[in-house]
Structure formats: C-alpha cells, structure tokens
C-alpha cells in the first residue's frame, strides 16, 4: 500500500497533499495521487484572488476542477484558504470601513464561497470527514496579531466573526486556524493556543483545529513533537501538519514529523505541500517526497518502512 493506506491503519485519518489543475494535468502526478495520496488541498484556486478578483465577480473554475476531481477518486478535501492576508485581490485590500469588510468578507464572499465548495464537499462529509480551514497565517513572531485589512479594520473580533460565517454557511466542515512557523514551541505558538483558548471560551466550540504548517529547513524537525504537544493541549478537538516540505527532504527529518504525529494522539493527518520537486513553490531546494520524474525518494521510502 501507498502511504494514505500505512497511515490510516496506524489510526490517522490522511495522507494527502495539495493540487490544482495545473497539476491535475500531469499524469505521472496524478497516478503517484491515485495511489499514495488520500486527501487534497488546493494550492491556489480557493485564494480570494481565484474566487473574486474583483467585487461580486466569482470564478470557481479551478476549484471546482480540484474538488471534482478529489471526490470522484474518493479523496479528501481541505478548503484553503478562507482569510489570509496574501493573496488577496487588491478592492479587498483597500477597504477600510469595519461595515462594509464585515459584509463583504464575511457575509457575501465567504458564505457564497463556502455554501459552493461546501455543496461539493458533501460527498466526503458522506464518504468520511470533511476539513476546512478558515483562518490562516494572521500571527506574528512573537504572538501577536499581525496587520492586515482585517486585524486593523475588526481588531481580535474578526477570528470569531470569520469562524460563525464558515460554521454558519457549512456546519458539517470541521474548522481550522493554521499558521507557518509553528514548528517547535515558541512564541507564535503559544500566542496561537492563547487566541483559540479565548476564542473558545468565550464561545465553545467555534475553531476545531489547529494545523502548523510546517515548510521547515534541513534539520529542522527537532521541535516538531513539542509543537504539536502544544498544539493539542489547546481548547481543539484535533491537530494536523497542514502544508508539509522540507529542505533537502531527508528520510530523518520526514521520519521525524511523521512520528511526531503518529505520537499525537490529537493530530489526524499530515498534508505536504506538493508531489514532485519539479512542481514544488520551493522547487530549487527539493523539499517533497518524489523527484522530478515522480520517482519516490529516500525519504518516501523511509516514511514507508517506518509505517
Ligand atoms: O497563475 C499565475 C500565472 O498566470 C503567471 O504566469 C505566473 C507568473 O509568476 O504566476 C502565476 O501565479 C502564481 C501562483 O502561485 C500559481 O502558480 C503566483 O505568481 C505565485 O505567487 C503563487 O505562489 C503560491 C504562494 O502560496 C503564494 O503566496 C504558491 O503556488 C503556493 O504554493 C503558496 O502556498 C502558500 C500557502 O497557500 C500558505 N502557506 C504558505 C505557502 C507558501 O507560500
């Protein structure tokens, strides 16, 4: 079996990396899909600068092209991303009036954005378990907050607002906030766990999640366990590593974030953020599990016999 199959029967529930259909192009991509992959996150066609380029002008193609094909091979699907402060189409950028960013991120873009993904994604709330990611990268370094048109508009408030309009327009979707360099337990994470344990206090059960995100250097597993431990004595239900690559790709590192979550009983899935080198955002520094040819590499193979 490929690595979805070794993973699920050491009690997770995915294996899964990301795509779109620049990617679903590519046959020998899509047979190391088919047969190691379990779950699907798209890399760029759910970003609001694919869904609304400018106001109230929706374009799904390329998501629809993803969740298509994800549910038709009977894989997973996490939306990514709901509110980001990159890649966002420059008349949302510009708005600084709490009335209007509230309406249009919140109520219009969000709601018709999920209630359509989330049609869709019925099929694997059917066949499984549905993930959804609303809230990513909004921290700093140290913990706090970080500005963007939706922290200096709505303050902390947003977090909450954002999450009830995902729960609202997709109840079965399970919700995420998810960060990049949360890989050890530091300050960001620890500014992450503060947020959500407020956020859930004051309202039980708005965030689910909590997903690192995981694009580490050469040897930069070391802290991977204790940033999941931390992860998952916050207010969630469940963790995961969200958009996995590694410098270089050794079989050490991987083996090291794999077992990380093997170890966590709280974390369900591990998602890396490509197949191949060649398609990789950071293709110069060959961080994914198979080669430019789509052959596996070592650290494939070591995550396999680990499993
Ligand atoms: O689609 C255009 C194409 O028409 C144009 O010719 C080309 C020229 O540069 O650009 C293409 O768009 C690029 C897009 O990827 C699709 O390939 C953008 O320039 C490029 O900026 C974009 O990069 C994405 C990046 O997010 C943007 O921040 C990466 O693919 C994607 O892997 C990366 O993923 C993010 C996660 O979503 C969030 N966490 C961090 C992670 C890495 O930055």
Redesign the pocket.
């Known amino acids: 079996g490929g690595l979805q199959v070794k993973f699920r029967a050491k009690g997770k529930i995915y294996f899964g990396t990301?795509a779109d259909p620049?990617t679903l192009n590519i046959a020998s991509n899509t047979n190391v899909l088919k047969k190691d992959f379990g779950q699907l996150t798209p890399?760029?066609s759910m970003?609001w600068d694919a869904t609304e380029p400018s106001r109230g002008n929706f374009n799904f193609g390329n998501a629809d092209t993803l969740v298509n094909w994800a549910t038709s091979n009977g894989k997973l699907i996490r939306g990514?991303?709901l509110v980001w402060h990159?890649?966002l189409p420059g008349w949302v950028n510009n708005i600084n009036d709490r009335n209007t960013l509230v309406c249009v991120n919140l109520r219009q873009n969000p709601l018709e954005m999920k209630v359509l993904i989330s049609s869709k994604l019925q099929t694997t709330v059917i066949q499984n378990h549905a993930q959804s990611v609303a809230g990513?990268?909004i921290f700093n370094e140290d913990g706090s907050l970080r500005s963007s048109v939706f922290s200096r508009v709505l303050g902390e408030s947003f977090v909450t607002i954002a999450f009830q309009a995902a729960r609202k327009a997709d109840p079965a979707a399970v919700l995420y906030i998810n960060d990049?360099n949360l890989d050890s337990a530091n300050a960001k994470v620890r500014g992450l766990v503060n947020l959500v344990n407020r956020v859930n206090q004051a309202n039980p059960g708005t965030i689910d999640g909590a997903g690192t995100?995981m694009?580490l250097q050469a040897n930069g597993a070391g802290g991977a366990q204790a940033a999941l431990n931390a992860l998952a004595a916050a207010d969630v239900k469940e963790v995961a590593i969200t958009?996995l690559d590694i410098v270089n790709a050794s079989a050490n590192d991987y083996t090291a974030v794999v077992r990380a979550c093997l170890n966590t009983p709280k974390c369900v899935g591990i998602t890396v953020?490509g197949v191949s080198d060649a398609n990789s955002?950071r293709s110069g520094s060959n961080p994914l599990l198979f080669d430019r040819s789509y052959n596996p590499k070592a650290a494939y193979t070591a995550i396999i016999n680990m499993l």
Do not use: G, L, V
Request: charged content about 30%; glycine content about 0%; overall charge negative.
């Open positions: 990301c620049n890399e760029n970003k990514h991303t990159s890649q990513r990268e990049y995100q694009h958009e953020w955002w």
